[in-house]
């Protein structure tokens, strides 16, 4: 399992409740992503598939996916959108290192939305010989339970290491929020506990009331995307905006439809943070912990700052650190106006 770490640290700076990380930064290739492609990557061998293909915002699913392949052998190509690309250099060397092909997608907004596109194209062609390791909670059926069963691992370990721990159950589960494959690994386990309140932290991008924003719960409207229905982001006659984050991972115009009914029957709660309140974030991590994080967890990170002082010290939240920073650092720097690398 990975670690459940108490962040005593940052308890200490913040104040009221103990905050424990879900340090799922720390499993191979980086991020929680591996959890689901390895699970489809051994289904995809089973179905006597030649030929692997996948999308990646961030890059983190197609390193996961890249990293398997190799393992298994298989042919592995990976979309992503051209933005992308440019933001997450780091892990397209990475994919590239590892034997997969990456094809830039150039249409749209050239981020996530846009290679998932690419990629259903390609699957829909190539039905016969290809399997599509989808990395989110997204698309069709079964893919959205398919994907949740397999990072349920991630609140499985961390409902045991809580008890462990603690004595008990936490008080608040805390995930970011991006198509919410992480967001939900860690929720499953505890839904049928109305005692832990589950808080979902979605990309403000910009601010809602700009547009520039990737908060599809907060401000997005029923439709049909990739073949699931969910909040969009979306006009009135159902054409799909596009998302802003500067997280490429939480940079998605629709969400898990698990996430949608859990928002709908108020058993869990959705909030946003902006770009400049996620590097907040990030920072305070980084100086509290010295843990570097990814930008799609320093939103939680974030939201935790303002959730922790207003609870007592004999309450307990657990966070889903869904990834390590070392590609975002590149991003960090441009945004905090310092020159590396030059």
């Given amino acids: 399992p990975t670690a459940l770490y108490y962040a005593e640290n940052l308890t200490r700076e913040l104040g009221g409740a103990r905050i424990y990380l879900k340090r799922e930064d720390l499993a191979h290739t980086g991020a929680h992503k591996i959890n689901n492609a390895l699970g489809q990557g051994l289904l995809a061998r089973r179905m006597g598939k030649s030929r692997i293909i996948a999308e990646t915002g961030a890059g983190q699913h197609g390193v996961a996916t890249a990293t398997v392949c190799a393992m298994l052998k298989q042919e592995c190509i990976v979309y992503m959108g051209e933005e992308d690309i ?14 997969a092909e ?4 150039t249409s749209g ?35 959205p ?23 008990r159950l936490p008080d608040y589960a805390v995930a970011c929020v991006g198509g919410g494959s992480n967001a939900i690994g860690l929720f499953h386990e505890f839904i049928r506990d109305p005692e832990v309140k589950l808080v979902g932290v979605e990309a403000a991008g910009l601010g809602v009331d700009t547009g520039k924003h990737a908060a599809t719960l907060t401000a997005g409207k029923v439709g049909v995307l990739h073949g699931s229905m969910s909040y969009l982001l979306q006009d009135e006659d159902g054409q799909i905006h596009e998302a802003h984050s500067i997280s490429a991972g939480l940079d998605y ?21 902006t770009d400049a309140e996620a590097l907040e974030g990030f920072e305070l991590l980084c ?13 939680a990170v974030y939201y935790l700052s303002k959730l922790a002082p207003t609870l007592s010290s004999d309450q307990i939240i657990l966070m889903g650190l869904s990834g390590r920073g070392d590609k975002d650092i590149d991003t960090v720097a441009e945004a905090l106006g310092v020159s590396i690398g030059e």
């Fill in 86 to 99: 440019r933001r997450q250099a780091l892990n397209v060397f990475r994919m590239r290192l590892l034997g």
């Fill in 102 to 105: 990456v094809r830039p997608v």
């Fill in 109 to 143: 907004s050239r981020t996530l939305k846009d290679a998932i596109n690419e990629a259903i194209r390609d699957w829909v062609t190539n039905v016969e010989t290809t399997y599509y390791l989808i990395g989110s909670v997204v698309g069709p059926h079964p893919y």
């Fill in 145 to 167: 339970m398919m994907v949740r069963d397999f990072q349920a691992i991630i609140g499985r370990e961390a409902r045991e290491q809580i008890r462990a721990a603690a004595g």
């Fill in 253 to 273: 115009p629709g969400v898990g439809p698990e996430h949608s009914w859990l928002r709908d029957e108020g058993r869990a709660e959705y909030v946003n943070v």
């Fill in 287 to 299: 100086r509290s912990e010295g843990i570097i994080p990814a930008l799609e967890p320093a939103h």
